[in-house]
């Protein structure tokens, strides 16, 4: 009786440290790069911070979900993904200038991008239909800790140390994603888990094509328009979020010091509200969680286009500060909401594909978002940008409220029918 609270505490635990360990390496990279390519650079250089990164994620996170699904080895692909990603780190340390930095930050990027969609279907999977949305809350509360910190650490780091340092400190922080993955186990794994190298790539093949005749599950409750809508919205943060240290310094003209206090405002708001909105998913559905969501990240890029607007230092940071505890609250409503909806639609032999496809239309988002704003940034203003990206985000809202249908048994409106999407 004793040993299975005590499994589950070590779970829960190494769940925890995993996620804020890996949200938070990829945070403080992705900070400190933007900021020392800022010094040499144009917001378009900048931006491509986040586009490396996110295509990245964009082009192996379903594969590497559709291989642990497929091989029901969930477990290797977690710990063998961590361990490449922290040897990728490593050569930043003797890299200097734009592109070289950008090279690795997107080899980094590859072999990240098979933690999330494993992660998330064990933790989906240990919640269970009915306490997922908690699971998911508990799961996205940790990894705003990990965003926190790094942000915070970000800023004073930044001050303090040489970039050879800095990267040395990523790379720690990465490591502590591989130890704690060792001990992650599978709650559900797939019972055929026999397959051959060309099995396996035929399977990766057809799931990230599918046949006309094998989309049934890309159908149900909505899930296309929700995969559309989290690309339009990702363009929109993710694009303003890839020019914001650079924004808050040249523009707000906060310290680097206080610019980490400012970034850390949304994560730290984010342990609460992942919690909360956790249990609003299991309460109300899903459906409400996600079209709120997409309208706050709208929101937030309107004030954040408003810091500027006061005439003293203190205001501006105050109105950014404001901006930040927006999208705190948009994020959080929505990723709890989206991964719960997707967890309950999903065929449990396709939960990590269709988690995967997700970060797909996510890294797309990132990829297409950051450019396109940091081109709109370099040829007009800063502010101009973040005012035309709300516009994204206004319009994925609508595309949610249309066309998504509510997954949450609870909710008392769940229904398994394809609408034409």
């Excluded at 051959?196 to 909505?222: I, K, M, Y």
């Excluded at 993710?238 to 850390?264: K, T």
């Amino acid at each position: 009786m004793t040993d299975e609270p005590r499994t589950e505490r070590l779970q829960r635990l190494a769940i925890g440290v995993a996620a804020a360990a890996n949200k938070g390496r990829a945070v403080l990279m992705g900070t400190a790069m933007a900021v020392y390519i800022g010094r040499v650079g144009t917001p378009f250089e900048v931006s491509l911070v986040f586009t490396v990164y996110w295509f990245g994620l964009m082009a192996f996170s379903p594969v590497a979900g559709a291989v642990a699904d497929v091989t029901g080895r969930r477990r290797a692909v977690l710990v063998g993904t961590a361990l490449l990603s922290t040897v990728a780190i490593l050569p930043l340390a003797v890299v200097d200038g734009v592109w070289a930095p950008l090279a690795f930050r997107g080899l980094f990027a590859v072999f990240a991008a098979g933690f999330l969609p494993v992660m998330l279907t064990v933790v989906s999977e240990r919640g269970g239909s009915t306490g997922r949305g908690q699971s998911l809350g508990y799961f996205n509360s940790m990894q705003a800790v990990g965003f926190m910190g790094a942000q915070f650490f970000a800023g004073v780091l930044l001050g303090l140390v040489a970039p050879w340092a800095l990267y040395l400190f990523v790379a720690g922080v990465s490591a502590v994603v591989f130890v704690a993955a060792m001990f992650v186990s599978d709650p559900a794994p797939p019972s055929d888990t026999s397959a051959t190298l060309s099995e396996v790539t035929s399977e990766v093949r057809h799931r990230l094509f599918p046949a006309q005749g094998n989309r049934e599950h890309l159908r149900r409750n909505g899930l296309r328009s929700l995969y559309a809508a989290v690309l339009v919205r990702n363009m929109t943060v993710l694009g303003i979020s890839s020019l914001l240290p650079v924004y808050l310094l040249s523009e707000v003209g906060v310290s680097e010091f206080l610019m980490g206090i400012l970034l850390a405002i949304n994560p730290a708001a984010q342990m609460a509200f992942m919690y909360l909105f956790g249990r609003v998913a299991d309460g109300w559905g899903r459906k409400p969680l996600v079209v709120a969501g997409m309208a706050g990240a709208g929101v937030h890029a309107l004030v954040m286009a408003a810091a500027v607007l006061p005439g003293t230092i203190p205001l501006r940071a105050v109105v950014a500060a404001g901006g930040l505890f927006v999208l705190a609250a948009a994020f959080s409503a929505e990723t709890t909401g989206t991964y719960a909806f997707i967890g309950d639609i999903a065929p449990t032999a396709r939960e990590s594909e269709l988690m995967g496809l997700h970060s797909t239309f996510r890294g797309f988002g990132g990829m297409v978002g950051p450019p396109l704003i940091g081109l709109v940034a370099t040829v007009t203003t800063f502010e101009t940008a973040f005012a035309a990206a709300s516009l994204l985000a206004f319009g994925g809202t609508a595309l949610v409220a249309w066309r998504l249908v509510e997954s949450y048994e609870g909710a008392g409106t769940r229904t398994t029918a394809a609408p034409e999407d």
